[in-house]
């Protein structure tokens, strides 16, 4: 109740997935739930989804430019098959799954930092660049909303509605996310997905 009342059921609903296989035995700890909760919530998922929309609405007036699909999507697509593979022949893996899920939010910083559009932003030459990098960002969210939904149904609501997509993210098939185009989408910011806690504790 204190873990739940203080950070929210989808932060607890994470960790005792991931950290918790199905099939053994867990333990909690305030300890390791602030260190899952800041490293992978706050600052990997959360800080993510608020650079990019922050990032969207500067660059772009809060409309989600037009790109085409490229390597990252691939990436993103090999890895997500394992999310399928820990629900299926393997059994109910779900800290797999989540692993999984996990990889691409890895990918999505990494390109951030790689591409800066910071820096592309300065040079009216690189607009090409800019925007085929936002909207590939964007679509990796949108990914990541859709599967993180039976983890994190709350939380994966905000992040859709943030990016001004339709409807809601459990009425997206994964299947449907090949064909996905967040262009002409209307970001808005809203609060942070996941504050960072200073010291996650009862208290």
């Not at 800066?116 to 590939?136: C, F, G, I, M, V």
Request: net charge neutral.
């Amino acid at each position: 109740r204190d873990a739940i009342g203080r950070y929210g059921p989808d932060a607890f609903r994470y960790f005792l997935l991931r950290e918790v296989p199905f099939d053994g035995d867990g333990n909690f700890s305030w300890e390791r739930f602030g260190e899952r909760y800041n490293a992978d919530l706050a600052n990997a998922f959360g800080n993510l989804a608020s650079r990019v929309i922050s990032m969207v609405e500067r660059y772009c007036s809060g409309m989600v430019p037009k790109g085409e699909r490229n390597e990252i999507d691939e990436a993103d697509e090999a890895d997500l098959g394992a999310y399928h593979a820990s629900i299926g022949p393997k059994g109910f893996l779900l800290h797999e799954a989540l692993k999984a899920v996990w990889l691409t939010v890895a990918r999505a910083n990494e390109y951030v930092d790689r591409q800066a559009p910071w820096k592309l932003a300065k040079d009216p030459a690189n607009r090409w660049q800019l925007e085929s990098t936002l909207a590939t960002l964007v679509r990796q969210l949108a990914r990541q909303a859709v599967y993180l939904w039976p983890f994190m149904p709350g939380k994966s609501e905000e992040l859709w509605k943030a990016l001004g997509a339709p409807g809601s993210p459990n009425e997206i098939r994964f299947k449907g996310l090949e064909r996905l185009d967040p262009s002409g989408w209307q970001v808005k910011k809203g609060e942070s997905l996941f504050p960072k806690a200073e010291k996650v504790s009862p208290g």
